[in-house]
């Protein structure tokens, strides 16, 4: 994103008080970006808070006290094994020893600064690969102190990952995530529960020590579908300055549900660079769009084969484009902060 881009973005957010955060996220590493500290403290002065989901490969002792000194409010990590060897097979190129070093640097210049932000999170994306790794998480989590951990599925973009997804049954079944209150913080999303994965999970919730509050005291969501992005009142805007109501429609992309291959094209409701946010919000095609992710009368397509589920540009309800009745973390199973 370009700084003419961000500045249009820092204007109308200091006009519109109901922008409560703003989220450095979505296909790519944020870090990369030479300008990330200054959006971030730009965004901070605007009175949002902020949140960054990076690999932590290029969070180096400066851009640490900077990103601490800019004001982030959350700094979400994402670490897909407990060994070398596995976090190096799922993230080709990272360096797992390297990235807990970061992280704990992050953390001694939080105390050094007088700082308690910002949070440190955990997300782990679970694959048939990586499964055997869950139980140690959370020992990983109490090393970084973090103070969440979020379990998502996998959403495959490449055909050598469609058959990692451990969701195949479950994908069908109604919303529901479980929210622990326990510290840290976890959420699980829908997991087919087999005799080859419920060891590594129960053992996981054990370590964690969040059986009782999954059994007893845990927040708990249940419904056909629950698009988060819509619920939360989110925007989402690309590069370019487009704006689209989730990630998932920022960008035109083929990926794999339930193994079938899809071809997501990308929906954008407005321009940052030529219109002014509350104006989109309440442009009649989007309060419409709402409307319907509200109601999700979509049909149940994660477990369709049908040739109308190749694709979301319309289903078998008779809805047109955009469709959401296959939409992964509309049916929880995949989950971001």
Known sequence: ?????????????????????????????????????????????????????????????????????????????????????????????????????????????????GNKNPEIGIEFVLTRSNLSELPGLPDIAKKLSADFIIVSNILPYTPDMKDEILYGISAGRPFAMRHSCDLPDISLPVIDVKRKTSPSILSFLVNAGATASIARNNSYYEADALCPFVMKGALCVNWKGEISPCPALMHSHTCFINRRQKNIRSYHVG????????????????????????????????TCECYLAESNEEDCFGNAFPTCGDCLWARGVALCP
Do not use: Y
Request: aromatic share 6%; net charge neutral.
């Open 271 to 302: 321009d940052i660079n030529t219109d002014d946010i509350s104006k989109i919000w309440i442009k009649p095609e989007f309060v419409d769009f709402r409307r319907k992710v509200i109601e999700f009368d979509f049909p149940p397509c994660v």
């Open 1 to 113: 994103m370009t700084r003419e881009t961000f500045g249009r973005i820092i204007r109308q957010t200091k006009k519109n008080p109901s922008i409560r955060e703003m989220a450095f996220w979505g296909f790519g590493e944020p870090l990369t970006h030479p300008d990330i500290i200054d959006m971030v403290g730009q965004a901070g002065k605007t009175g949002v808070s902020t949140e960054i989901i990076t690999n932590a490969a290029l969070l180096d002792k400066k851009k640490s006290s900077d990103l601490i000194k800019a004001g982030l409010g959350k700094l979400v990590v994402s670490i897909d094994g407990v060994s070398q060897d596995k976090h190096d097979h799922m993230r080709p190129g990272a360096n797992l020893a390297a990235i807990m070093d970061n992280i704990s640097n992050l953390n001694a210049l939080k105390i050094l600064q």
